[in-house]
Each structure stands twice: as structure tokens, then as C-alpha cells.
């Protein structure tokens, strides 16, 4: 930051948790910190979204996982994880031993599955919040993904929240009808904080062979591609309950990205894919969101937050 520019405060909350700025890294993006560990300092980033953590290890869905779009990329990962008790083990201590803000992401096949990672995770020291992954399919109604389902989601809250004395923040999907229900819901369930949004499904052919791309056929669809639908799910929500924290996620690469989504209504951003990208994102946004706050008047996020009017008549 120039030295002529005025001082600006990035501290945000969400809900309970507080952060020193609103840049944090998206699940899955990120590992657990360690890969990118040699870019950045993971305890100066406003929060570390860990990549989602089971109850067991999971090996993660056949090759071919990605495919590159344009302005963005398909992925079916399939919540490769080396499960709940070898990430206590094995990652978390490293992200203790740097100072990061840590959110676990916590993913399963049923409601039991999540209770039985939060269970886990409860009383851990270094845990700061819990992100439930509600992109997930539940075996106990035909393999319906959470998300896409109000009742299902707030039924999921509502069962960890009952387990967890962390902040918990829902993690919801665009590809819901009625996103603004299922954000209803989850908050009535217990949940501090949105996170908005998932990747949105998505697909790729091979137009030679006529194959699906991707080995899961299907896959969630990240990167510049979905920002502006991220954005409008960020201010919908925003302005049916402008009272509940929400992180925006879905394609951000540059600090006027952060910026539109702070105006649309989040507290705080996480990048995704844009940390492949460029590993340096998370420090050059947060330092680049001061700079641009200064240069606009801005001395503190708050009056940021929302600014973009509600849509007319609604
Ligand atoms: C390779 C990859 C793996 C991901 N894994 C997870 C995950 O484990 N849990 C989760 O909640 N989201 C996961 N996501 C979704 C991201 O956290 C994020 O919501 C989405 O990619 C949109 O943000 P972006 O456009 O900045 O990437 C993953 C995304 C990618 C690209």
C-alpha cells in the first residue's frame, strides 16, 4: 500500500468468528494448507477453508477428475480425503503451528456421517468453525444431494449444531430452485454464516469419441464461468435476510471481483480456483482490497457490505 494512502480496517465477522480480513482460501482449492504453504503466510489469510473432511479415508472418483472450460473448469473429485482422525493427526497441527484461522469443511453420506466428523472435531484446539459441504449426495434419500432440498439441509444443520460449539457456516448450491429457502432453513437449523455458493453442475463431451469428459460424467463447474450467478445468489440471499453473515465464492480473480461481492451482500470472500491459478491470490487480493478501499473512501468494510440496492419491486 502507498504510504500516502489512508489507513483501512479489514476486520469482518462472521457471526461469532472473527477474521482479520475477509479473503479466505475455498474448500478444496487449498489442501490443507501445506501445498501452498511456500506461496503464502496461511496465518495471515483471513480464514482456511480445509478441503472437506469424512468420518474415513476416501480415494476420490476415477481419472479423468478435471476438465478445463472456458473461464473455468469442471471437476468430480469426489471428496478424496484421508479422513477425519489422520487430518487431526497429520494437517491440522501444521495449520496450528502457523496461526491460521481454521474452517473444516465436513462432508458425508448421511446425517450420521457429519454428526460423527463434528463429534470429532469438537473441543479440538486450532478448529475455529465448521463449514457444513451440503453439495453432498444423501444415501438416505435416494442419493438427493442436501442442497437441493430444504428440509433435508435444515434436518443436516440442525444435527450438527446439536454436536459442534463452533460456529458453523452452510455451505449452499445454485443449483437449487429455491436457494433462498434452503438459506432460510439452515439458518432457522442453527447455521451462523452462508457460504455461497458450491459449483454448479456441469458437463463435457468429447465431440471424436462422443464420451463424457470427465469419468463421473457430471462434474461441478468452478472459475469466472459462475461468478456472476454467484454474485445474484449472494445479493438474492443478502436481501432476504440481511442480517445473516454470508462468504461469496464462485470465481473470484480480482479485487474488484471481492468488491462486487461484498456490494452484493458477503462479509467476506473465499477464492477457489483462482488459487490455482495464481497461489499468491489470497495475500495480493487482501492487499489489493486495502488499496482499492482507500482509493474509494472506504476506511472499513462495514458501509461496503450490501451497498448494491435490492432489485426494484422486490
Ligand atoms: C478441485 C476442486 C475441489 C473442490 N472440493 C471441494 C470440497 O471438498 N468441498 C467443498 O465444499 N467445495 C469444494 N469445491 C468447491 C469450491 O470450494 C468452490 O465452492 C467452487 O469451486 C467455486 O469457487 P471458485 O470459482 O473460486 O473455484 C472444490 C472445487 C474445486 C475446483
Known amino acids: 500500500m502507498s504510504a500516502t494512502r489512508p489507513p483501512v480496517d479489514l ?3 462472521l457471526g461469532p468468528l472473527a477474521l482479520d480480513n475477509p479473503i479466505m482460501t475455498a474448500s478444496g482449492c487449498f489442501a490443507s494448507g501445506r501445498e501452498m504453504g511456500r506461496f503464502v503466510d496461511v496465518g495471515s489469510i483471513g480464514a482456511v477453508v480445509v478441503k472437506s473432511v469424512t468420518v474415513a479415508p476416501r480415494e476420490g472418483l476415477p481419472t479423468p477428475r478435471m476438465v478445463e472450460t472456458p473461464s473455468g473448469m469442471l471437476n468430480a473429485i469426489g471428496l478424496q480425503n484421508p479422513g477425519v482422525d489422520a487430518w487431526l493427526e497429520h494437517d491440522l497441527p501444521w495449520l496450528v503451528e502457523r496461526g491460521a484461522t481454521t474452517v473444516v469443511s465436513v462432508a458425508g453420506d448421511s446425517v450420521e456421517d457429519f454428526v460423527q466428523v463434528a463429534r470429532r472435531l469438537r473441543g479440538v484446539d486450532g478448529v475455529h468453525a465448521i463449514e457444513i459441504n451440503l453439495s453432498c449426495p444423501n444415501v438416505e434419500h435416494r442419493g438427493l444431494v442436501f442442497a437441493l432440498d430444504a428440509e433435508a439441509s435444515a434436518a443436516l444443520v440442525r444435527a450438527v449444531r446439536r454436536v459442534t460449539d463452533v460456529p458453523v457456516l452452510a ?19 442453527g447455521a451462523d454464516a452462508l457460504t455461497l455458493i458450491n459449483t454448479v453442475l456441469g458437463m463435457a463431451i468429447d465431440p471424436v469419441t462422443g464420451r463424457a469428459e470427465l469419468a463421473n460424467t457430471y462434474g461441478g463447474l468452478s472459475g ?3 461468478r456472476p450467478i454467484a454474485v445474484r445468489v449472494v445479493h438474492q440471499v443478502h436481501h432476504a435476510m440481511p442480517e445473516v453473515p454470508i462468504v461469496g465464492c464462485g470465481g473470484v480473480r480480482s479485487v474488484e471481483d471481492v468488491v462486487q461481492f461484498l456490494r452484493a451482500g458477503a462479509s467476506a470472500v473465499a477464492v477457489g480456483t483462482g488459487g490455482f491459478v495464481d497461489p499468491y491470490a489470497t495475500e495480493s487480493l487482501r492487499d489489493g482490497l486495502a488499496a482499492w478501499m482507500a482509493d474509494h473512501g472506504f476506511a472499513e468494510l462495514g458501509p461496503l457490505v450490501g451497498s448494491t440496492p435490492p432489485r426494484p419491486g422486490s
Open 11 to 13: 476486520a469482518t465477522r
Open 171 to 189: 455451505k449452499l448450491s445454485a443449483d437449487a430452485s429455491d436457494v433462498v429457502g434452503v438459506a432460510r432453513a439452515v439458518v432457522d437449523a
Open 224 to 226: 469466472p464461468a459462475i
